[in-house]
Each structure stands twice: as C-alpha cells, then as structure tokens.
C-alpha cells in the first residue's frame, strides 16, 4: 500500500511540474441548479442536469480561460462546480416576469424557497441558476448585480443553454457591468463617441 501511495504522489507531482493544473482553483464556488415551469409552458432548451454538466466543463473552463493572465498559475482563480440540483421543477402559478420591479422581486424571492425545497439552511455563500423556458423575454440571460467580496448571486438562464451566458451573468454575479467597447468605423483604435465611434455594450 505505501509503495502505491509513494508512486500515486510521484505522479501527481510530475504531472504538476510539466504544466497539470488541478481541476479546480483555490477559491471553488457552489452553484446549485434549479427548473422552472408554469401552466402551458414550453419545454426547457436545457434541463437543470444538462445545465450542471455544462457548469461543471464548459463553464468552469471558459471562466478560467477568461479570467487568468497570460502566465499566470491560476493559483488566484475562482472556479465553479455544481453543487444540488432540484429534482422536480418549481411550478409557478404565472410565466416568470422579464423586466421591471416584477423580475427583480421574482429573482429576489425564487432564491429561499429554490434553497428550502432543496434542504439546504445556509446558503450565504452559494450561487443559484435558475433555469427557464421560454416566457417572451428579450434577454437569454440576467443576474443581480453582486460585490466583489460577495460569494453568492442569483442567475436566471431563460430559453438558453449557453454556457457563455452563464459566465457572463456570473461576471455580473461578482459586480462586474459590460466591457463597454468602442468601436469606430474608420478603424480607430480610439476617438470621441459619435457618429464615427460608438460604444459596444458587449463588446467583451
């Protein structure tokens, strides 16, 4: 048995020194997964199973890919990986609302019934995504706009399963807005904000 363990630490330490990162960073986040449904709703583009399979690779690899510097370890990086996912949706008693005070209420009350329905009391340092057919909403993602020094945040994907809208709205999740890039159509690296150059609101 120790020589197994001794030949275990040995590889792990090679794969370590020639460029193997661990799966996961340092600073490893929950997020558990829940579905919505409600009378005459259509069928999800992605379930909340497919969707965690979806945090667990594309995610957490495309939001490390985005936020490590060329160089860099990844030692520093936040990482993802599912936590629970309900097994039955959340029946609504009408659509979920997509704009105004009406969505915000909804995404602020979804997150402690989504959490007693699936046992868990303390969930100050867990994200929810809450998955959602199709309710006539113009955006595929949305999620309130958190701190930096928060662990927590609520991500509603809606008739999607994007990864890349997941890590945008976790962006959101951690307080970071739109990259906001300027684009001029005289091929301008800059210039003021005009007819010539305008801002690209998800430009990055």
Not at 5 to 17: D, P, R, T
Not at 23 to 49: C, H, M, Q, S
Not at 175 to 184: P, Q, R, T, V, W
Request: aromatic share 10%.
């Amino acid at each position: 048995v120790k020589s197994k363990f001794a030949g275990f630490v040995a590889i792990l330490i090679g794969f370590v020194s020639i460029g193997f990162a661990p799966a996961y960073a340092l600073d490893e986040r929950v997020i558990d997964v829940v579905e919505l449904t409600w009378n005459g709703a259509p069928e999800l583009r992605g379930n909340a199973k497919i969707m965690a399979d979806v945090i667990d690779t594309e995610v957490n690899a495309d939001w490390k890919k985005y936020t490590t510097m060329v160089g860099d370890n990844g030692a520093r990086t936040v990482s993802f990986k599912t936590g629970q996912v309900l097994d039955k949706p959340i029946s609504l008693t009408s659509k979920m609302a997509c704009t105004g005070s009406a969505s915000s209420s909804f995404m602020n009350s979804i997150r402690p019934e989504a959490y007693n329905r699936l046992g868990i009391a303390d969930y100050s340092e867990r994200y929810l995504l809450v998955v959602s057919p199709r309710a006539g909403c113009i955006w595929s993602g949305r999620a309130l706009l958190g701190e930096v020094n928060e662990k927590f945040g609520t991500l509603v994907l809606h008739d999607s399963d994007s990864s890349f809208v997941i890590s945008h709205e976790l962006g959101h999740a951690l307080g970071l807005g739109h990259s906001n890039f300027l684009s001029c159509q005289n091929k301008a690296k800059d210039g003021p904000w005009g007819n010539n150059c305008k801002a690209v609101e998800y430009g990055g």
